[in-house]
């Protein structure tokens, strides 16, 4: 066997093995979602005009101290959050701030820029999902935040 047919059969067996390890790891699947409740992967329907309506009023009640969808107040806009976090990372965030602060690689970064700590709101796994459903709306200009 020649060298570099040598090189090429060991190449092609690192990255088969380097495959295999991803597929047995998950695939970082757990950092994907985040730490808290939601484990298991949505299945995510058309925007949903009740459910995000019923969203827009808890942020507006319990959000919008802190963020804003266009520009930074106190933690980081929101702006397209939906397009660059898996469903399940956000809900995460907004059920279990503190613990993905201290264990999920995006939120410890977010909180080195922004130093601030996202607080616990007092919503319900229902909640959580409106707000969600109030982000898409609003990254897919179905809603035009206040």
């Known amino acids: 066997m020649q060298i570099s047919e040598f090189r090429k059969h060991s190449t092609t067996a690192l990255l088969v093995m380097l495959l295999c390890l991803a597929a047995f790891s998950g695939c970082g699947k757990g950092e994907e979602f985040g730490v808290g409740p939601v484990k298991e992967e949505m299945k995510l329907t058309p925007v949903d005009a009740a459910l995000y309506s019923k969203g827009e009023q808890i942020f507006n ?86």
């Not at 980081?76 to 397009?83: A, E, I």
């Open 61 to 146: 009640t319990k959000c919008v101290a802190c963020h804003k969808f266009g520009s930074r107040l106190v933690g980081p806009p929101l702006k397209d959050v939906t397009k660059r976090r898996r469903p399940e990372w956000i809900m995460n965030q907004i059920l279990n701030p503190l613990e993905m602060t201290q264990k999920d690689k995006i939120s410890k970064e977010l909180f080195a820029q922004y130093l601030i700590q996202m607080t616990f709101q007092d919503v319900t796994t229902d909640d959580a999902r409106a707000l969600l459903e109030y982000m898409r709306a609003v990254d897919e200009g179905k809603v035009n935040p206040q």
